[in-house]
């Protein structure tokens, strides 16, 4: 496993972090967290994230800041060292889900980097995916990186594109739509609070 890969990601994060008022005052963000020993673990949207991300531009067409290029750079520099995860099940999200979203711990009780009072994931959604209903008892802040994402929760529909946040409270059930054209959606999600080493679960459709 390539160590210098994963840091490089970190060291991107810690530039959006600290470039971005909200995601720093979200929870803290430590400065030098333990390297944890994680598997390289290979999702199938790694094989297209190359392509996927290539040129990725904001939702009005603008070329997106050079720190979120940064991180994109990153990524796809140590896709084959990251140990990537899917939560869900075919049978919860289905096959076209399960093949075009992944997602990663970078910081974390259990994450390629140690902390336990943030986590953050890094995640990926294809173009035109519904994630459905879902929920988890730690508070969360979801931050995008390239390409936008309607989300839902209670009876609210909010559009976010390039470095817009959304927030979800403790337990509260969401939903998230990627557009069905352009780029999918690759976001920086920061958890805080109780429950930050469970995972969301399944809730029933609020609407
Ligand atoms: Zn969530």
Redesign the pocket.
Known sequence: MSVNALNRVFDAATALVKATPALGGFSPWPDAPALAQREPTLVPVVATLHTELAGAVSSDGLAIPQHHQDLIDAILASADDIEWRRTYTEQEVGADFMRRYGYFELLGPSGHFFDQSTRAFIGYWGTGLHYPW?A?QAE?LYFVIAGSAEFAVSEERCHRGVGDTQL?TANQP?AMTTAKDGHGILTFVMWRGDGLDGL?AMTPDVI
């Open positions: 879902h988890h969360e979800h969401h969301p």
